[in-house]
């Protein structure tokens, strides 16, 4: 999968940084190649520190605990302190704490080192989603997410080659120690790189009291599922349980009283995020038994050493990046529907012949098939949930929405992880264990179809960019033209253009106060229109405080709206519809000779532009 931006950008946009890009996927990168390293090093860890099978699990769930929990926290505060700066500290604590991890002489510390790896990485992640969302042009974006999507899966699998490579020919150790010089370098460039500094939302509060609560919880419930594979339903799978169910009631509660929480309600209204979310969750419940078990089932049933146990996973990392490098093209031509059905199709199948194959006496006939289609799903999956949970956020919010979608990520991870464990965990041995997780790995794909065809938005996230300008008139009764574009919005078909008397124009929405945007948008296809209200300035117009229903039809009312107010209003219909754009500029932006914009109609199939 190459790293580039657009060859030919739109409207004047400059190209997106080929070092920002490289910095920005090297955040989810680096995050799940270590991952997927420390899984195939897991045998050689338990061996020389003498851990348990419980215990040494515990390294890598308490990596995805914490970056799982603590995401939602690391993108609210690049939301507040500034995602530039988060970045690049959280870049350098992850380096020291790689390197205290590939030090550390005994199972408990090599746990504490993991836990402020995922400290790190719990800031580092969102704030190179921040960095990268407000980076790129409208028309880059696309591009820009499908690429950080694939990164985590190429890191995922990339992991476990590169692990197999450093743990057969060094040692575990030096696992954790090659993502210091990466990072040494990677720091190098960030410093000659001009990294944008998103806007920062101001009089917000961090919500350290719901960050702890759902931390807690996601520990106390993965707790309660290990303890039960290992030991059954005893005492301390139950105290574990309810400790889960009643932490999360707190963070529930806190969430609907404190005035700033860590999930906004506004976040779980948008269709995008919440089920691009949902799918993520999914996808990567399904796919860590492959990265957890496969490996060791490599080295236990087929005998293979660490590199070549990394090596036979090449499939799947060839399949993230033939199929990756055609997947933003994909969901630009058709949404995210059709590729996400698609890759759970590929997915369910690939499971399935691992399961059905599991004890196949060779390679070849046994994993290698699974192994190809597995390798095919996952990015198509992957990158169309991201991009279609990610789309419309740009500046304030984006790093908040990108960690909860890497919270569900990571969650997912560590839900898979525990069900590879309980499969293996009482007797039944790596085979045996892996065919049966992999089966119910298989069996997330149904809900994970019926989401991709009926949940997921199935617009296309992304039009390509076109402006016209507005032709300004000085004739109250002669209509003017707007520009005919497409807007990123919450759940927007596009914006859309009508031709209106300009003296009309000063009339048909309620009057507001100086200082005030007015912007009205599509919530969700066939369903109600909705206004925004924001003060100005405001980062992100379609974002506001206050939502109001209109109907579908232009708005016509007896209101003056006062000169000094720009007023901009916008009606999406459903598709092959029109909707209306009214514009009410004050003097001092069209000069004294223009009295106002009128707007001209264009079919929503017919839009092929999006502002900046």
Do not use: K
């Not at 931006?5 to 090297?26: S, T």
């Not at 995922?156 to 080659?161: I, K, Q, T």
């Not at 996952?378 to 908040?400: H, Q, Y």
């Amino acid at each position: 999968m190459a790293l580039s931006a657009p060859a030919h950008p739109r409207d004047g946009a400059p190209p997106l940084d080929r070092r920002l890009l490289a910095l920005a996927v090297l955040a989810p990168l680096l995050a799940n190649a270590d991952m997927g390293i420390v899984t195939l090093a897991l045998s050689d860890i338990r061996r020389d520190l003498s851990m348990s099978l419980d215990a040494v699990q515990w390294v890598t769930n308490i990596y995805v605990l914490l970056v799982g929990g603590l995401q939602l926290l690391g993108g609210r505060l690049a939301d507040l302190a500034g995602a530039r700066r988060l970045f690049l500290h959280g870049m350098a604590a992850f380096a020291v704490a790689s390197a205290v991890c590939g030090a550390a002489p005994s199972g408990p510390l090599l746990v504490t080192a993991r836990a402020g790896q995922a400290l790190a990485a719990a800031v580092l992640v969102p704030a190179a989603m921040s960095l990268l969302v407000t980076a790129a042009a409208p028309h880059q974006r696309a591009r820009a997410l499908a690429l950080w999507a694939g990164a985590g899966g190429v890191g995922s699998v990339a992991g476990v080659l590169c692990g197999g490579l450093v743990v057969g020919g060094l040692d575990w150790r030096w696992a954790f120690w090659l993502n210091v010089p990466v990072i040494a370098v990677a720091l190098t460039v960030a410093r000659r790189t001009p990294l944008p500094d998103p806007p920062r939302a101001r009089g917000v509060r961090l919500d350290l009291t719901g960050a702890t609560a759902l931390t807690g919880a996601l520990f106390a419930a993965v707790y309660a599922l290990v303890r039960l594979a290992a030991h059954g339903a005893d005492r301390h799978t139950a105290c574990a349980a309810l400790g889960a169910a009643a932490l999360a009631a707190v963070f529930a509660h806190r969430q609907r009283t404190c005035p700033h929480p860590l999930l906004p309600a506004s976040l779980l209204r948008d269709r995008g995020l919440v089920s691009g979310a949902a799918g993520i969750l999914l996808v990567s419940t399904a796919a860590a038994p492959v990265t957890f078990l496969g490996g060791m089932q490599l080295r236990d049933t087929y005998g293979f050493g660490a590199p070549a146990a990394g090596a036979a996973l090449l499939p799947v990392v060839g399949g993230i990046f033939v199929v990756g490098r055609t997947c933003s093209t994909l969901l630009a031509r058709y949404g995210a529907r059709p590729p996400c059905a698609l890759g759970c199709l590929l997915l369910g199948a690939g499971l399935c012949l691992l399961a059905a194959r599991s004890h196949a006496p060779g390679y070849v006939s046994g994993m290698l098939p699974g192994l190809v289609l597995v390798g095919a799903g996952l990015p198509l999956i992957w990158m169309s949930c991201e991009v279609v949970a990610l789309a419309r956020f740009r500046g304030t919010g984006s790093g908040l929405a990108a960690g909860l979608v890497q919270c569900a990520g990571q969650f997912g991870t560590a839900l898979g992880t525990v069900l590879a464990v309980a499969m293996c965990g009482r007797g039944t041995g790596v085979t045996a264990g892996a065919g049966q997780a992999f089966g119910v790995a298989a069996l997330l794909m149904g809900p994970a179809l019926v989401g991709a065809l009926f949940w997921l938005p199935g617009r296309r996230p992304h039009p390509p960019a076109r402006r016209r300008p507005a032709v300004r008139t000085s004739d109250p009764d002669q209509p003017a033209v707007a520009d005919r574009v497409a807007r990123d919005g919450h759940g927007a078909l596009g914006q859309q253009v009508e031709r209106l008397p300009v003296a009309r124009a000063r009339r048909g929405l309620q009057p507001r106060v100086p200082g005030e945007h007015v912007g009205v948008q599509a919530l969700q296809p066939r369903r109600r229109l909705g206004v925004e209200f924001l003060p100005q300035p405001h980062p992100e117009p379609v974002v506001g405080h206050q939502r109001v229903g209109l109907p579908a039809r232009p708005v016509q009312g007896e209101h003056e709206v006062p000169d000094e107010v720009l007023v901009r209003a916008v009606l999406v219909h459903q598709r092959g519809e029109f909707a209306q754009y009214l514009v009410v500029p004050p003097e001092a932006q069209l000069g004294p000779q223009a009295l106002g914009d009128g707007v001209e109609p264009v079919p929503l199939d017919d839009l092929d532009g999006r502002p900046e």
